[in-house]
């Protein structure tokens, strides 16, 4: 198998010139790394993980901790990494704690050890224990989606705020006056600020939001699922929903369609995050897009800064966008 | 922190026996792992990476490798191989190669150093230097799904050729006489025995299969979307079409109303593995679901036998089922 040093040779250039040039560090010129890249793969060389380790002291995996990998949210967060850690000869593994904060701890515990040159997270875990693990970690460290309480670290994020403000409008401007949301827990960063944005739009309307149509907590299929049916048992139920993430939209439109209601005849229904069959759904879904992949090549690339000794980059804050289908409707059509 | 020695105590146990009784292991009676881990929880101790490899020479760290985490079949084999995992005091990271061959064998190379301590796999790769560095890793390995030319592991499966011959049958006995397969790789095994399963429903009824309905090669939404307008515009398209996995469904979907034509009047749906969306899309799309979630437990299940000393167990396969909605109707119905 080639070694370093048959790269080196073959692309005139010397050793530590090819591990920058792969690490793809500013200091190397595109010209150079190109030259390098094109004698890496001609040779068929792989930096292996203990190589690296022995040879710079550190490994080549990326870490991403996801709260739940059946989320296609996620999914596509992880896809945006590993391609752009790909780029830098970096590998990412993934590690899902199903949504829970015990699992979650014990993950970052077992991988404290300089597995990982670097992690990238959307954690469920709130308690201190659980920050301290996170934080002791031995390489970078970046947030994806969300802050937890405590944690100083570079940030990607969408204004979820703001365009949920946006969006939810929408509902106030067809004639809706019952609107509710179903949000996620309250120590959720996301959810509070999904939240704040559907209190806004409830303010601009001039509108009193009653608590009952905020229902918290839900999260999954599961989680929509009862929290619809809690909203349709209500004396007064809402005309319009808008669910806090992708799979809790998938347990209300259940919900719905076992009571034998039509949306958006009987419920106008709004997503946020958008699914790759939302489009296909009876009827088309109406979602906020958040761009996962490019999150993903976003946290990649703060870890990746961080590694190459750039100092506390800052956050990195993409649009969402309102994808208009056809679940929305005025309150009473048919 | 709390150490092995403190649970020992608390348990009143052995060191030796709180080890094996958190792995699971057979020689422990299921009263003292209870104890054992109700005292692993009270004390809050977590056998980081670190130490279990330094104290017992190997790592706590499962791999999970996948062709494409945004396939949801995928995800779910994960959560179900990390439920179990969990059950033994193991856990999980998954890595997907997003279906690039170069990229998996990569993956395969930079993990071989003994970060994990045994590699589940459903792998794309099939050329010699892949299935020898995947045959040269260090612990124990499981295939899932789908079984690479030359390697000898124990493989979780289901009865694709069984379920498929079946289910396509029905297609069949509704009058359909031009009857389309949208299949994967010509070297996925996976595939072939779904190809397989449709060749011999087109047997049972006596009919001739024209090569023109196989459309191979095709993987995730934009190859079912491709293979879709394919048939479509063929001078006698199908009037129904089984296509070999989720995500080739979701692009054929999306082919289909965007030619204006309508499921199941003007061509029928059968799609391998379920999704949770296809129950709301119009029409309700009818799946041959594989348990996902069983299939990652009994991976795990299987690494972990072998991880407490089982040579070569048999390969698991679980069952399939149809499950009827409403994609399928007799040719011209409308």
Same mark, same amino acid.
């Given at each position: 198998m080639a070694g370093i040093r048959d790269v080196a040779k073959l692309a005139g250039v010397s050793t530590a010139t090819v591990t920058r040039a792969l690490r793809d560090?500013? /200091? &190397?010129?595109p010209e150079t790394k190109a030259k390098v890249r094109a004698a890496a793969a001609r040779l068929d060389y792989v930096p292996s993980a203990a190589a690296r380790a022995l040879s710079?002291? #550190? /490994? /080549?995996l990326l870490g991403l901790f996801v709260p *739940?990998? &059946?989320n296609p949210f996620y999914a596509e967060v992880a896809q945006g990494m590993a391609d752009r850690a790909a780029e830098a000869n970096y590998h990412c593994v993934i590690a899902s704690s199903h949504l829970n904060p015990e699992r979650e701890r014990q993950l970052v515990t077992s991988l404290h *050890?300089?597995?990982?040159?670097g992690l990238a997270a959307t954690t469920v875990g709130t308690d201190e224990s659980f920050t301290s693990a996170l934080t002791g970690q031995r390489g970078p460290l970046v947030l994806v989606d969300r802050r937890p309480r405590g944690i100083r670290a570079p940030l990607v994020r969408t204004d979820n705020r703001k365009v949920t403000r946006e969006a939810v409008g929408q509902f106030f401007a067809m004639g809706h006056t019952k609107v509710a949301m179903i949000s996620g827990? #309250? *120590?959720?960063d996301t959810a509070c600020q999904r939240l704040s944005g559907f209190r806004l739009a409830y303010k601009d309307a001039g509108l009193p939001l009653r608590d009952e149509y905020i229902r918290h907590g839900h999260l999954g299929e599961a989680g929509g699922l009862a929290a619809m049916r809690e909203l349709l048992a209500l %004396? /007064? %139920? @809402?005309t319009a929903v808008f669910c806090f993430n992708n799979l809790v939209t998938v347990g209300a439109l259940m919900a719905i369609r076992t009571a034998g209601l039509? &949306? @958006?005849?009987?419920i106008s229904i709004l997503a946020f995050d958008d699914m790759s069959l939302f489009p296909l759904v009876d009827p088309p879904i109406t979602a906020i897009a958040q761009p996962a992949y490019q999150m993903g090549r976003a946290a990649a690339d703060l870890l990746l800064r961080q590694l190459g000794g750039e100092k506390s980059p800052a956050d990195v804050v993409l649009p969402a966008t309102l994808i208009e289908r056809e679940s929305l409707a005025p309150p009473g059509f048919n």
């Open positions: 560090e500013a /200091s &190397v010129t710079q002291g #550190r /490994s /080549s *739940d990998i &059946v *050890d300089g597995t990982l040159a827990p #309250r *120590d959720f %004396p /007064s %139920p @809402p039509k &949306v @958006p005849g009987d």
